[in-house]
C-alpha cells in the first residue's frame, strides 16, 4: 500500500554569508580548511546537519524550507558548539 509521508520536523542551526562575518564562518564551520571545502557566494547560508555534517545552499533555498525560530547566544566557541550540539537534536 502507498504511505503518505511527511518530513520530520528537525532543528538545526545555520549562519548566512554576508560577506563581512568571515571569522563567525570559520568559527561555525570548524576553521579555515573546512570552509575551503565549500562553494559559497554572499547571501548563502552554511546548514549544520543532524549528523554534525555540512552543507551550503542559497538563500532562495533556505526560504522556501526553512524558517528561523531562534539564535545561538554569544559566547565563545567552545559554549556555542556544546549548546548547538544541545538544543538541536530530536527532542
Request: aromatic content about 14%.
Amino acid at each position: 500500500m502507498i504511505k503518505v509521508i511527511q518530513k520530520k520536523a528537525l532543528k538545526l542551526t545555520g549562519i548566512r554569508w554576508t560577506g563581512f562575518n568571515l571569522d563567525e564562518v570559520r568559527d561555525f564551520v570548524g576553521g579555515d580548511s573546512e570552509l575551503s571545502c565549500f562553494t559559497y557566494s554572499i547571501g548563502d547560508w552554511f546548514i549544520r546537519g543532524i549528523h554534525d555534517e555540512f552543507y551550503t545552499m542559497s538563500d532562495e533555498m533556505f526560504q522556501a524550507h526553512y524558517e528561523i525560530i531562534g539564535e545561538v547566544p554569544d559566547v565563545l566557541y567552545g559554549e556555542r558548539m556544546a549548546y548547538i550540539k544541545a538544543h538541536t537534536k530530536d527532542e
